[in-house]
Each structure stands twice: as C-alpha cells, then as structure tokens.
T-cell receptor, first 114, second 110 residues
C-alpha cells in the first residue's frame, strides 16, 4: 500500500513569505501529526489532527497552523517565514490517536528560508 | 517538557562489532518506540515496547524497556553497514504526545 506522501520535497522561500506543505496519509489512517526536525533541536512536535480537528499542539508560535480534510489529508501553513524556520518538516500518520502502534512517517519537505 | 536523552550522540564502529544505544528520561512513558532515519528520509519505526522490563528482538537488534518505564536500550549484534543511520527513541505519554530523543548517529565502517 502507498506510504505517507509529502509534497513538495524541497522548497526555497524568502523571509516574510508564507508556505503551505501537504501530507497524504496511508489509506485508512485518520491521525496526522506534524514535526519539525532541525540539527540543533531534533524532532519537535507541531500538532496532531484527527477527524479534521486539531487534538494536540506543540510549543510553536501561531505562525504555524494546520488543517485536516475529510479524506484525512493534511496541510500545514507557516506565515511570515523566518530564517529559523528552515528545517525538515515531517508528517506522520497512524490509525488513531495515541501512538501505541507507532507512526509511519513521510520523507519530509525540506524548507529553506533565505 | 519530557526530555529524552540518548547516548552516545555519535558512534562509529567497525563492521561486526556490537553496540548499545541508551535512551534515558526522568519521566514515565506509557510506551516507547525506536526509529531509524536515513539521510533524506523520514524515520522508520523499528519497535514499540509497552511493558516495563519488556525485551523485544528484531533479528540482530534487541530492545529493552526499563522496569520503571523511564529508559530503554537498543543493542545491535554484529553491526553491518546497512545499520548506519540516526536512531531515535520516542516516548508516549497518556496525553497522546510523543517526545523524541536527541538521537544517536551510528556509522558502521565496512
């Protein structure tokens, strides 16, 4: 079965712009989580969506937002980009809330802010 | 904030050697997972451990969850170049949050 698909794979944006990243979970998976990965901070939780509702949110500013559609696909948006937003953004899906069965991650979107 | 410290941070060994990676926290987790991440890819789940004291084996990899569910270890026997990657532990809390460790970057030299 198809894995978690993230688009685009690479993105270069200018400071102050906004960006939208997309994530299509594994068929049947209803929970989608987003993580930011940087060399200095490692993987940090952004938010989790389940049944089109944000269920959990990490400690990121309001410039980071997301949504989930009825088909479980999710998007995350970052507005007013800063240089420090450069990172690998990973999406992970799971069957339901709670991670006892583990996540399946996508390959990520590499965002570079210049 | 639950902090998961992994040690060592970097590990470079020869093919055929054994190694152990540690994941420690002061927090109790309902479950703990181990992932391996290769460059340019997302982490891939290796195992989930749930019960304190639990030991799981996956071919040459042995995972152990501490009795108090605060720590875990990953032991690799006879490491191979294909084991090279970033190993991440992740602890789940009752609030459905998953906290990732700082990671151990393993290089196995042929």
């Amino acid at each position: 079965k198809a894995g978690v698909t993230q688009t685009p794979r690479y993105l270069i944006k200018t400071r102050g712009q906004q960006v939208t990243l997309s994530c299509s979970p594994i068929s049947g998976h209803r929970s989608v989580s987003w993580y930011q990965q940087t060399p200095g901070q490692g993987l940090q939780f952004l938010f989790e969506y389940f049944s089109e509702t944000q269920r959990n949110k990490g400690n990121f500013p309001g410039r980071f937002s997301g949504r989930q559609f009825s088909n479980s696909r999710s998007e995350m948006n970052v507005s007013t980009l800063e240089l420090g937003d450069s990172a690998l953004y990973l999406c992970a899906s799971s069957l339901a809330l709670g991670q006892l069965d583990g996540y399946t991650f996508g390959s990520g979107t590499r965002l570079t802010v210049v | 904030t639950q902090l998961l410290e992994q040690s060592p941070q970097f590990l470079s060994i020869q093919e055929g050697e054994n190694l152990t990676v540690y994941c420690n926290s002061s927090s109790v987790f309902s479950s703990l997972q181990w992932y391996r991440q290769e460059p340019g890819e997302g982490p891939v789940l290796l195992v989930t451990v749930v019960t304190g004291g639990e030991v799981k084996k996956l071919k040459r990899l042995t995972f152990q969850f501490g009795d108090a569910r605060k720590d875990s270890s990953l032991h690799i026997t006879a490491a191979q170049p294909g084991d090279t990657g970033l190993y991440l532990c992740a602890g789940a809390t009752g609030a459905n949050n998953l906290f990732f460790g700082t990671g151990t970057r393993l290089t196995v030299i042929p």
